[in-house]
């Protein structure tokens, strides 16, 4: 007869602990899908929840205020006694600081991103970037109060027109702001650039520079002007900073030495409680929000469409 052989309790609780394993592999195979499922729907949810509050609310505004007069008047005080209602003194005021941010950041942070991604060493370039990274955690509000008390008086030795309010002295420091973003950005995307391309650039002849200029950069495109946009994005959309060294002064003009007031530095200020719920003060909190998300919107499918032509020519 044949001998039953004898499984130790060693051998039966490996194999228990195995058959637990397999398990709890199989409950999470079939679990985490679906969890991962919800937290897409909840991120789509929330946009389409923004997006129908902002209309909504707005609905309540052009009830009111006639869209033509929004669109094409120059004059916007909605919380006086004899109200108007023209969107384009914001409009300028936010076109003007994200202008002057644009051309601080978008030359100083391209550069940045090359030096980092093809002359820097590794050493280097473990210590610029932790330091990139920490500015962009400074709060707005410090750099709000930079721009005040250290950037204006500066200006002003040089502009004596210069007032304590503002566009030109938040808008580069806006500029700061978003330097380390277009940077670290476009440095990650340079840098997953293969070899093979400086590779064969070195082979022909090419210098660093014709590599950096002439190679990577353009098969590094798409990713570098999405940095781009993210970070004008982000100085259209930046609130203390224009809130604080701006001023609050919604003229329709393009001079930088002059207050100026933004789309989000007005939600700001409005949203302290000057206006009562319901009344058109308080709608016309929406109708602006939902122009600043227009513009956002139309930025991003403008790039969208530019990285995607981009792409596809390297």
């Known amino acids: ?142 750099y709000g109060f930079f721009a005040l008390t250290f950037v204006t008086p500066i200006l002003k030795e040089i502009i004596p027109t210069l007032g304590i309010y503002n566009a030109l002295s938040p808008g580069l420091v806006i500029g700061i702001m978003i330097i380390p973003m ?40 798409s990713g570098v002007i999405a940095s781009f946009v993210l970070g004008i994005s982000r100085a259209i959309g930046e609130t203390m900073i224009v809130s604080v060294a701006g001023g609050a002064n919604p003229i329709l003009s393009f001079d930088p030495t002059k207050a100026v007031q933004t789309m989000t530095a007005f939600i700001a200020q409005v949203s302290q409680g000057d206006v009562g719920y319901g009344s058109i003060g308080y709608y016309s909190i929406y109708a602006v929000g939902t122009t600043l998300f227009i513009f956002t919107l139309v930025m991003n499918v403008i790039a969208h469409f530019i990285s995607k032509r981009f792409k596809e020519e390297v």
């Open 1 to 142: 007869m044949l001998e039953t052989k004898k499984i130790s309790p060693v051998q039966q609780a490996i194999a228990a602990n195995k058959k637990k394993k397999v398990s709890m592999d199989t409950i999470l195979e079939k679990l985490m899908p679906k969890l991962f499922l919800v937290c897409a729907l909840v991120a789509i949810f929330t946009t389409f929840g923004i997006v129908f509050t902002l209309l909504a609310e707005t609905v309540h505004f052009f009830e009111k205020v006639s869209i033509v007069e929004f669109l094409t008047s120059k004059e916007w005080h909605p919380t006086l006694s004899d109200p108007d209602y023209g969107i384009l003194p914001l409009i300028s005021g936010t076109l003007l600081t994200s202008l002057i941010a644009t051309i601080v950041a978008v030359p100083i942070g391209l550069t940045s991103a090359i030096y980092l991604s093809e002359y820097a060493s590794d050493k280097t370039r473990r210590t610029i970037k932790p330091i990139l990274e920490v500015l962009a955690g400074v709060p707005t509000i410090v």
């Open 182 to 221: 277009i940077t670290s950005l476009s440095e990650d995307a340079m840098s997953s650039v293969p070899n093979s391309l400086r590779e064969g650039a070195y082979g022909l002849g090419s210098t660093k520079l014709e590599v950096s200029l002439k190679v990577v950069l353009p098969a590094a495109m």
